[in-house]
């Protein structure tokens, strides 16, 4: 809507760019243009605003197929006013002086126009096309017919519309159909699902039994290896006793020999040392053999006196004296008055 503005009996119009005003003056056409500005007198002023941006409108509306069944069409087509001036001359898009407003309602003559003729070919494809079809194939034949027929249709270019593009949203049928249709493929998807379940639980027991397959293998194995082991463990024993037996032998032997030259060699150096005491004692009888027997005596009391107690005193009477000196071979001390 354009902007209108009042200044001492003047209007001021500023229009959008997307806005093609056209500004007849007494008959005449004083401006035409997108985006225009200019003064203007109101009761001499027939002013109209024409859209040229892409509008979209969107549709819904029923039909029915080959098998008389009810579906609902959602469709968005795309358009805009590519001759403003045609279009102008054609629908009313004259808007108030004082205020702006359009006076008509063209944009709704417009959709209306569309509308009935995409429905009047979406209704020609789905009246050939059985339910199941037009479900599948419905939104690609039925935008292609649609477009096709909009393309085609007189009135558009002879009105100054120029259709952009066509979209088909969806095509629905009834709930009940809906929910009807839907069913064998839930059952479906459901078998699937349970199918997959049991072969999954299958799965998984057929594992289970492998695991306990695997364990009691396990098991045996460990078994098995055990009884290997204390087999091997008694063998290292009994290896272990008849060497540690043979060792004791071995070592008994030799200690028994080594007894056995010990005690020879004692014998033998008890017989060498008697022999050297009786060479000895023999030549210590010779020699006291051919000694005086006064010198054996002396000898015998030297040893006497080595082997008694310390004396630090000994008195001996006379007699005894010149008897002992007799012995020894001396002259007696003479007597003192």
């Known amino acids: 809507m354009a902007d209108i503005t009042r200044r001492f009996g003047w209007r001021h119009l500023r229009s959008a760019p997307t806005a093609h005003i056209r500004h007849h003056k007494r008959g005449v056409l004083a401006h035409d243009g997108a985006g225009l500005s200019f003064w203007y007198r109101s009761l001499s002023a027939a002013l109209s605003e024409v859209p040229v941006n892409d509008r979209e409108l969107a549709m819904a509306f029923h039909a029915r197929t080959a098998d008389f069944q009810d579906v609902t069409v959602q469709a968005t087509v795309t358009y805009r006013i590519s001759d403003p001036a045609e279009a102008a001359a054609r629908l009313d898009f004259s808007v108030d002086p004082d205020s702006g407003v359009w006076r008509g309602a063209p944009l709704e003559q417009i959709a209306t126009l569309l509308t009935e003729t995409a429905q009047q070919h979406t209704l020609d494809v789905l009246a050939r096309t059985p339910l199941a079809g037009a479900l599948v194939d419905g939104v690609a034949a039925v935008r292609e017919r649609v477009s096709a027929g909009l393309a085609d249709e007189p009135r558009l270019p002879a009105t100054g519309i ?41 799965v998984a027991v057929e ?68 022999a050297a005491r009786a060479e000895s004692q023999a030549a210590w009888l010779r020699v006291h053999g051919d000694v005086e027997a006064a010198t054996l005596h002396a000898l015998a009391a030297t040893r006497l006196a080595e082997n008694l107690p310390r004396i630090d005193s000994l008195t001996l009477s006379p007699d005894v004296l010149t008897g002992l000196l007799t012995k020894l071979g001396r002259p007696a001390p003479e007597s003192r008055a």
């Open 207 to 274: 594992r289970e039994r492998t695991i306990a397959e695997n364990e009691l293998a396990s098991q045996i194995e460990l078994a098995r290896r055990e009884e290997q082991l204390v087999e091997q463990r008694g063998t290292n024993t009994r290896r272990e006793a008849e060497e540690n037996a043979a060792a004791d032998g071995v070592r008994a032997e030799a200690e028994a020999a080594r007894k056995v030259r010990l005690a020879r060699a004692e014998a033998e150096a008890a017989r060498e040392v008697g």
């Open 162 to 202: 120029e259709v952009v593009a066509v979209r088909v949203v969806a095509i629905r049928p009834e709930a009940e159909v809906e929910r009807a249709l839907r069913t064998p493929a839930r059952e479906q998807i459901q078998q699937e699902a349970d199918r997959a379940t049991y072969e999954r639980r299958a």
